[in-house]
């Protein structure tokens, strides 16, 4: 999208992507259902409009990218296999995929869990705002960039193989529940040191940090920048912890990253078993 600008009059205004102007994100901008325009609120006000259980859209609808094996533990799992076709060496660069719009959904979704899946996998990840144009920035400076932070819930049909990213397995509907907040990067003073938790149905969560990444949020921005040019609005994703639970219908999953608000999606079964292709794990994108 062209990112966003509050005017003297106090209203969101629209820059065009390609300005090397930072968007002007003052604290937490969420945008409730049914509003208009997203809202600029303070934390405090973030979490009482959270606490009357809205629903929000996305606060982002640029182009927003996932990143396989940027955790450590999911890169030593692979072991060996690393080493045999089709891989052949671990990575050198990011392993990138493409969350596309169809994938998009807030706060409060009700994701659809696609028939004959073995559930859903719930990755939580940090989400990484750009805020004007990167191009082969430097890690020294690559947070210059960084307009803010929101939590990604990074949905996938559970699979074995990340050779090739699966269109099919990562890029259903609503399989990117972003938000509720776009957290200004002022506020995430330590972006690489952030507790991150997973809960299915208020049990004892499963937990990680963004600490056991392989490239820090600074060095993911330079390595991606390198070859390709980030505009104001894109969101990278830092990556899924190894591990992430599995979700099936009538779960509700409540997902936290550091002091950001917390995301919450519910799955669902599909309403019509013929609407769409049936999708078995492991089979062949």
Do not use: W
Request: include cysteine; glycine fraction near 8%; charge should be negative.
């Amino acid at each position: 999208m062209d990112h966003i600008k509050r005017d003297t009059t106090n209203m969101l205004v629209f820059l065009p992507r390609d300005s090397q102007t930072m968007f002007a994100l003052a604290d937490h901008l969420l945008h409730p259902e049914g509003d208009a325009l997203p809202r600029d609120v303070d934390a405090a006000s973030a979490a009482a409009l959270l606490g009357r259980g809205v629903a929000c859209r996305a606060p982002v609808s640029g182009a927003v990218y996932g990143t396989l094996l940027n955790d450590r533990a999911a890169l030593a799992a692979l072991g060996d296999a690393m080493l045999a076709a089709p891989y052949k060496a671990p990575p050198q660069a990011p392993v990138l995929y493409l969350k596309p719009r169809n994938t998009f959904a807030g706060h409060r979704a009700q994701v659809v869990v696609p028939d004959n899946a073995l559930g859903v996998e719930v990755g939580a990840s940090l989400g990484i705002v750009i805020g004007r144009t990167a191009t082969r920035v430097r890690a020294q400076n690559a947070l210059e960039y960084v307009a803010g932070y929101t939590l990604v819930g990074d949905l996938s049909v559970p699979h074995a193989s990340v050779y090739r990213p699966s269109v099919r397995f990562r890029a259903r509907d609503g399989f990117c529940v972003i938000g509720p907040a776009l957290v200004a990067a002022h506020h995430v003073a330590a972006p690489d040191r952030l507790d991150i938790a997973v809960s299915l149905n208020g049990a004892e969560p499963f937990t990680a940090n963004t600490a056991s990444s392989v490239r820090n949020v600074a060095q993911l921005l330079a390595d991606v920048t390198d070859f390709m040019t980030l505009g104001a609005g894109d969101v990278i994703m830092l990556g899924v912890p190894y591990g992430s639970p599995v979700a099936h219908v009538g779960d509700i999953a409540t997902l936290s990253i550091g002091a950001l608000p917390p995301l919450t999606m519910s799955f669902i079964a599909a309403p019509d078993a013929a609407a769409g292709a049936t999708v078995q794990a492991g089979e062949p994108s």
